[in-house]
C-alpha cells in the first residue's frame, strides 16, 4: 500500500510549546513523521501525549514553533493566515469528534460549505451523491438539530470529503458515539481509503478504531514512541496502549 | 451571501438587539427628517397671487433683525414704476401694523403672529382674497376683517390658541435677554420695541379671525373646532356687536352658529374692538374677506405702519420674465424675489419657532444614530464572543478572517436592512402625529403639516444601515482573528476583555474629549453646547471601551461586604471571569446616566444661575407687562401716567460704515454707545447717518458716546409707529388697561424662565427618554443573551446544590452589579464634563456658580435600568426551570 512518492502530509522535526520559561510545556517534541497517499494512519497515545497537537500542527490548524510541516508538497511554515486557509480548504478535510457542523446551515449546505468559501460552485448533484455515499440520501434539507450524532459526524464526513482534499484528518470521530454509529463511521472511512485512495490521519483513543487503521503511531510525552500495522489487532494494539502508560509512568 | 442569510434566519435571537437598536434608531430618524423637512421656510399665503415679491436691499450689517424699509412715499413711487411695466397686473406695496381683536377686553389669537395682522386694503389682492360681504373700507376708522381662508390654514382645536400664544409670547425674551439686560438695571421703565420685520404669520392668524365669521365683534363661539375654552366663552355681552347673539360657549352649536354667522353679515355688520400699538380702538366693519386680517384704508396703514417692506406683484404671464424687467426697475433700490425666493419672507417669529423645533429634531437625529452604534457595538460584541465556536468551526472548514469579516458584515446588513424597511415607515407615519403636539408644544408653527419625504426615508434606511455596520466594525474585526482551533474548545473561556483597539480607540475618544472639554472658554458661545455634547459622547464612549479595566478593581470593592456569603463569592468569581459580558451591560447604563446626569445637570446648573442673574438685578416694585399681546400699548402705558420709553432699531451709517442698533427714545439729542462708536468711528460731534425702520434718513450729530444708544423719544414715535413697550416699571398701583397684568418684578421674571424652562424640559425628557429607551434594550438584549448562554453553568449550580433562588440570587446580583458599575461610571464621566461645561457658563457670566446635580432624574434612571436588568436576567432563567437546556 505504500506509495513512495510526495507524502500526503509530512512532519519533519516537529516541535510544539506552549507557554514560557518555567511553564513552558512541550507537546510535540522533534516529531518525525510521513503519511503517504492513500493510507490510513491511526495516531493513539494517553492524554497529554500531544496526538491532538500533532494533529492541529499537520492540518494546518496550529502552528509549530519549530520544524516543518508540508502538506501535499507545500510548506506551511511561512504561510500567511488568508494562503493556510486556502490551502487548508483545498487540500485538507476534518472531522472533529463533535459540533461540526454549522446549526444554521442545512446538510446540504454544510457539505457545500467549503466549496462556497471557495467561491467554487459544487457540480450539480454532487453534494447530493456525496450524502448518499455516506448513506444520508433524501437528508439534504435536514438542520444538525434534527440529525443523530452518527448521521451528523457522517455530514461531516461527507463535507470533509467533498473537495477530495489530499489528506482528511478526524479527532476522535467516533468519541461521541455509541458503539453502532461509531463502527459505520469507521466503515466510511476505510471505503474512503479502499475505493478513493483518500489519506486518512485519526486521533483516537479507542483501539477498535485503530485497528480499522493501517498503521497505528502510538505518541508518548510528544514523541513517536512505536508503531503497528493495524492489522495487529485491537487487542494488540490496546497492550501497547497499556504498555506506553507503563512507560510514561515508569519514567 | 447565502450563509449569512442561514445565519440570521437561524439565530434570529441573538440579533434581536441589533434589530430593535436599528428598528428605533431608523424610526427616530425618519420621524425627526420628515418633520424637519416638512418644516421649510414659506411665503406667506398672504401673497399667493404674487409671484413677484419687491423687498428693500439687505442692510448689510449681518443681523437679521435689522431690515431697511422703503417709506411709503418711496414705496408707492416704486410700485408705479412696476406697475407700468409689461405683464404686470398690479404692483402694491404692502405696509404693515400690529392689531389684535379684543374679546370682552381681552386680546385673543396668538401675539405674534398679530404684529403683522394689520393690513392696507390694496394688499388683500396679493393673497387673491376676495370681499365675501359688504364693502372696501373707504375712510379712517373703517375695517374689512377676514375670514379663515380653508385653504391655507388647516383647522386646529382652538384649545391649542392659548398655550402657543403664551409660548410664542415668551420666546422673543430668550433671544432678547443679552440684548435687553443692559438696560434694565434701576430704570424707571423699560422697553423693547417689537419690530414687525417681515413678511406674515397667515397661518397664525387664522386663530384670531376665525370668531369673525359672524362679522361683528362677537365673544361668540364660532371658533374653529369642537373645543371650547374657558376664553372664548368667558366674555359674555360685554362688547358684542349685533351678532354676538349667537351661543355664548356651545361646543355642540359651532357648527350652526357659524353657518348662521356667515349668512348674517351682509345685513349685520357692527364694529370691531381691537388693540393697536397706539391702544384699544373700535374699527366700523364694512365688509368681509376670505382670508386672514384686518383691512384698512390704504392711507390709514402707510399712517400706522413702520414703512414698508414687501411690494407684491400681481401679473399676467411669465413671472420669470417680469421678475427679469422688475430687476432691471428696481436697481439697488431693492431686491425682486420669485420662486422659493419669496420664501425668504417668512415671519421672523415662525422661522424662530422652526429653528427651536429644528433643534430638538437635531439633537434627537444626533443621539438616536449613537445611541444606535452604541447599543449595535455591545450586542454585536456579546454574540460574537458567544459564537466563538461557530466562528473557528468556519475557519476551520477553510473560512479566511476576511470571509468571517465579511460574514458579520453581511449578517449585520441584512439585519439593519429589514430593521430599516420597518422602521422607516414606522417613523414616518408616527410623523404627523407629532405635528399637532409641536405645535402646541411651540417646537413648529402653527398650521404646520407633515408632508411626504422620501429623501427621509430612503436616508433614514441609508443612515441605519452605516450606523449598523460602523456598530458591527469591532466586533467583526475580532470574530475574523478567532483561530479555528476555537471550534474544538468546550466551554470558552471569556476571552481577552482588552484588546489593543480598544486600548487605542477608548484613549484616544478620552483625550479629544477632554481637550474638547478644555477648549469649551475659547469656543463661540454658539458652539458651545454642542461642543458640551460631543465631549460628553467621546468621553461616554471612552469610559465604555475602557470600562473592562476598571470593572475589576470597582467589582472588588463593590462586593467586598459579602464576601464571606456564597452568593458574594458566586457573583465576585462570575463578574470578575466574565468582564466582558459585564462590560457589554455596563456600556448602555453608562451611557444613559452620564447623558442625564449631564443634560439635566448643565440645565439645572444654568438655570440657577439665570435665576440669580435674573433676579438680582430688579427692585422690589410691579411690573406691568403684556397680556396675550406681543407688547405694551401706547395706552397702557399712558394710563399708568408714564411716557412710554419706546426703542427702535436704527441704521446707523458714517463714511463707509454702517451698524444695526437698538436705540432707546430718550432726550433730545442722539447718543451712541462705545461699542457703535468704535466700529463706526463715530465721535462726539460727527454727524451721523440714521435710517428709521420707516425707511426715513436723517443727519445728526452724536452729542454724548455712553452706556447706550439713545435718540429723542419724538423721532421714535414718528418714524416708528408701531412700535410697542415691551413693560414698564410701575411707581403706583397699576390701572387695569386691555392686553397688560401687572405682577411683581420677581415673580414675572420666574414666569419667564419657568417658560423657558418648560420648553427646556420638554427637551430634556425626550432626549433622556430616547436615550433610557435605548438603555433599555441594551440592557434588555445583553442580559437576555447572556443568561441564555449561561444555562448550562446554572444547571452545574443547581446540581451542586443550590436552589432556584440562590442562582436567582446571584443572577440578579450580577445584573444589578453591572447597573451599579455602569451608573458609577457614566455618573463620574458626567460629573467632569459638568465641570467643564460649568466652567464654560462662569466664564461667560463672570461670577461663581454652583453645580447641580440631578439627582432625582439620576435615580429615576438607575432605577429604570436596574429593574429592567434584573426582569431581563431572571426572565431566560425562569423561563429554563422546567426544560433540560
Request: glycine content about 12%.
Amino acid at each position: 500500500m505504500t506509495d513512495h512518492g510526495t507524502p500526503a502530509v509530512e512532519l519533519r522535526a516537529a516541535t510544539r510549546t506552549y507557554g514560557t520559561g518555567e511553564r513552558a510545556v512541550t507537546a510535540l517534541d522533534r516529531v518525525d513523521a510521513r503519511f503517504e497517499p492513500g493510507t490510513f494512519t491511526a495516531v493513539m497515545g494517553p492524554s497529554g501525549s500531544g496526538k491532538s497537537t500533532l494533529l492541529h500542527c499537520a492540518a494546518g490548524l496550529d502552528r509549530l514553533s519549530n520544524g516543518e510541516v508540508v502538506i501535499d508538497g507545500v510548506p506551511v511554515g511561512g504561510m500567511s493566515e488568508r494562503a493556510l486557509t486556502r490551502l487548508r480548504r483545498s487540500r485538507v478535510g476534518f472531522v472533529f469528534q463533535a459540533f461540526n457542523l454549522v446549526p444554521a446551515l442545512t446538510a446540504a449546505q454544510n457539505v457545500a460549505l467549503p466549496l462556497r468559501l471557495a467561491r467554487r460552485r459544487p457540480e450539480p448533484g454532487a453534494v447530493a451523491a456525496m450524502l448518499a455515499e455516506v448513506g444520508l440520501a433524501g437528508r439534504e434539507g435536514h438542520r444538525p438539530s434534527e440529525l443523530s450524532g452518527g448521521q451528523q459526524q457522517r455530514v461531516a464526513i461527507a463535507r470533509a470529503l467533498v473537495s477530495r482534499p489530499a489528506v482528511l484528518f478526524a479527532d476522535e470521530p467516533t468519541g461521541a458515539l455509541d458503539a453502532a454509529s461509531g463502527a459505520a463511521v469507521l466503515r466510511l472511512l476505510r471505503e474512503a481509503v479502499d475505493r478513493h485512495r483518500q489519506t486518512i490521519v485519526m486521533v483516537t483513543h479507542d483501539p477498535l478504531a485503530a485497528a480499522t487503521a493501517d498503521r497505528v503511531l502510538f505518541l508518548a510525552d510528544g514523541r513517536v514512541f512505536d508503531e503497528l500495522p493495524g492489522a495487529a489487532g485491537a487487542e494488540r494494539i490496546a497492550l501497547h496502549i497499556a504498555h506506553a502508560q507503563h512507560t510514561v509512568v515508569a519514567r | 451571501m447565502t450563509a449569512a442569510w442561514a445565519m440570521v434566519r437561524h439565530r434570529f435571537a441573538s440579533f434581536a438587539g441589533t434589530f430593535v437598536a436599528v428598528f428605533l434608531g431608523v424610526a427616530v430618524v425618519a420621524g425627526s427628517a420628515t418633520l424637519h423637512l416638512s418644516s421649510r421656510p414659506q411665503a406667506p399665503a398672504r401673497y399667493d397671487q404674487a409671484p413677484v415679491l419687491v423687498t428693500p436691499p439687505d442692510p448689510g450689517t449681518g443681523d437679521d433683525r435689522d431690515r431697511q424699509s422703503w417709506t411709503s412715499a418711496q414705496a408707492a413711487a416704486l410700485a408705479a414704476r412696476l406697475d407700468a411695466l409689461e405683464g404686470v397686473t398690479a404692483a402694491v406695496p404692502d405696509p404693515w401694523f400690529y392689531v389684535q381683536r379684543l374679546d370682552a377686553g381681552r386680546p385673543t389669537g396668538d401675539a405674534q403672529a398679530s404684529l403683522l395682522d394689520g393690513h392696507a386694503w390694496s394688499s388683500a389682492a396679493l393673497g387673491g382674497y376676495r370681499l365675501t360681504s359688504g364693502r372696501a373700507p373707504t375712510a379712517t376708522g373703517e375695517v374689512v376683517i377676514g375670514t379663515t381662508a380653508a385653504s391655507d390654514t388647516p383647522s386646529r382645536p382652538s384649545s391649542t390658541k392659548t398655550t402657543s400664544a403664551i409660548k410664542t409670547d415668551s420666546r422673543p425674551s430668550e433671544t432678547d435677554r443679552s440684548d435687553k439686560a443692559p438696560q434694565g438695571t434701576g430704570k424707571e421703565s423699560r422697553a423693547s420695541t417689537n419690530e414687525s420685520t417681515s413678511g406674515t404669520g397667515a397661518a397664525g392668524k387664522a386663530l384670531i379671525t376665525t370668531p369673525n365669521t359672524s362679522g361683528a365683534p362677537t365673544n361668540g363661539s364660532a371658533g374653529s373646532g369642537s373645543t371650547t375654552t374657558g376664553e372664548t366663552g368667558s366674555g359674555g355681552p360685554g362688547n358684542s356687536g349685533p351678532a354676538s347673539n349667537s351661543t355664548g360657549n356651545g361646543g355642540a352649536g359651532n357648527g350652526a352658529s357659524r353657518t348662521r354667522a356667515g349668512t348674517a353679515t351682509a345685513s349685520a355688520m357692527g364694529t370691531v374692538v381691537v388693540l393697536t400699538s397706539a391702544g384699544p380702538e373700535e374699527w366700523r366693519v364694512t365688509g368681509t374677506v376670505d382670508g386672514p386680517g384686518f383691512y384698512v384704508t390704504d392711507r390709514d396703514a402707510a399712517e400706522r405702519a413702520s414703512g414698508v417692506q414687501v411690494i407684491g406683484l400681481t401679473v399676467s404671464g411669465d413671472p420669470q420674465r417680469v421678475a427679469d424687467a422688475a430687476g432691471a426697475v428696481v436697481g439697488a433700490e431693492g431686491v425682486v424675489r420669485s420662486g422659493a425666493e419669496r420664501d425668504a419672507l417668512e415671519p421672523g417669529s415662525i422661522t424662530r419657532i422652526r429653528w427651536i423645533g429644528a433643534q430638538l429634531l437635531i439633537a434627537l437625529v444626533t443621539l438616536g444614530a449613537f445611541a444606535t452604534v452604541f447599543v449595535v457595538s455591545s450586542t454585536c460584541a456579546l454574540s460574537a464572543a458567544q459564537r466563538r465556536r461557530e466562528l473557528g468551526l468556519l475557519r476551520a472548514v477553510g473560512a479566511t478572517p476576511g470571509q468571517v469579516q465579511r460574514m458579520m458584515y453581511a449578517e449585520t446588513a441584512l439585519i439593519a436592512l429589514l430593521a430599516g424597511l420597518l422602521g422607516a415607515p414606522a417613523g414616518m407615519a408616527a410623523a404627523p402625529l407629532l405635528a399637532d403636539p409641536m405645535i402646541s408644544t411651540g417646537l413648529e408653527p402653527a398650521g404646520f403639516t407633515v408632508t411626504w419625504q422620501p429623501v427621509a426615508l430612503v436616508g433614514a434606511i441609508v443612515l441605519g444601515l452605516f450606523v449598523a455596520l460602523a456598530g458591527v466594525t469591532a466586533a467583526a474585526r475580532r470574530a475574523s482573528r478567532i483561530p479555528p482551533l476555537e471550534a474544538l474548545r468546550e466551554a470558552a473561556a471569556d476571552p481577552r476583555a482588552m484588546t489593543p483597539a480598544r486600548w487605542v480607540v477608548g484613549l484616544l475618544c478620552g483625550a479629544a474629549g477632554g481637550a474638547l472639554l478644555a477648549a469649551m472658554p475659547s469656543l463661540p458661545l454658539a458652539t458651545r453646547s454642542s461642543a458640551g455634547m460631543g465631549a460628553a459622547m467621546l468621553l461616554l464612549s471612552s469610559a465604555a471601551l475602557l470600562s473592562p479595566v476598571l470593572i475589576v478593581p470597582l467589582v472588588r470593592v463593590v462586593v467586598r461586604p459579602w464576601q464571606g456569603t456564597p452568593t458574594g463569592m458566586l457573583v465576585r468569581e462570575g463578574t470578575l471571569t466574565g468582564v466582558r459580558r459585564v462590560a457589554s451591560t455596563a456600556a448602555p447604563v453608562l451611557a444613559t446616566v452620564g447623558l442625564t446626569v449631564l443634560l439635566a445637570g448643565t440645565v439645572a446648573t444654568i438655570e440657577v444661575a439665570t435665576g440669580i442673574d435674573e433676579t438680582a438685578r430688579y427692585p422690589a416694585a410691579d411690573v406691568l407687562v403684556p397680556d396675550g399681546t406681543p407688547g405694551l400699548s401706547a395706552a397702557a402705558v399712558t394710563a399708568q401716567g408714564a411716557h412710554p420709553e419706546l426703542t427702535t432699531r436704527l441704521l446707523i451709517t458714517h463714511g463707509d460704515r454702517t451698524a444695526g442698533r437698538s436705540a432707546t427714545g430718550r432726550g433730545d439729542a442722539l447718543a451712541l454707545d462705545r461699542l457703535s462708536a468704535g466700529e463706526l468711528g463715530a465721535g462726539v460731534g460727527d454727524t451721523v447717518t440714521i435710517r428709521f425702520v420707516d425707511g426715513a434718513e436723517t443727519k445728526l450729530p452724536v452729542a454724548a458716546v455712553g452706556d447706550e444708544t439713545s435718540i429723542p423719544r419724538r423721532l421714535v414715535r414718528q418714524h416708528d409707529p408701531d412700535a410697542l413697550t415691551g413693560m414698564l416699571v410701575l411707581r403706583k398701583p397699576a390701572v387695569a388697561v386691555p392686553g397688560a397684568r401687572s405682577l411683581p418684578i420677581h415673580e414675572f421674571v420666574m414666569e419667564e424662565i419657568d417658560q423657558e424652562g418648560r420648553l427646556i424640559d420638554l427637551f430634556l425628557v425626550a432626549l433622556i427618554g430616547l436615550t433610557a429607551g435605548y438603555t433599555a434594550i441594551a440592557v434588555g438584549n445583553t442580559l437576555l443573551m447572556a443568561t441564555a448562554a449561561r444555562r448550562g453553568e446554572f444547571r452545574a449550580l443547581r446540581l451542586a446544590g443550590a436552589g432556584t433562588g440562590q442562582v436567582l440570587r446571584v443572577v440578579t446580583a450580577e445584573a444589578l452589579l453591572a447597573v451599579v458599575i455602569g451608573a458609577v461610571l457614566g455618573g463620574l464621566v458626567a460629573v467632569v464634563s459638568l465641570v467643564g461645561v460649568r466652567a464654560a457658563v462662569e466664564d461667560e457670566i463672570g461670577r461663581d456658580i454652583a453645580l447641580v446635580l440631578p439627582w432625582g432624574a439620576t435615580a429615576a434612571v438607575t432605577t429604570v435600568c436596574a429593574v429592567l436588568a434584573v426582569v431581563a436576567s431572571a426572565f431566560p432563567l425562569l423561563k429554563s426551570r422546567g426544560t433540560p437546556a
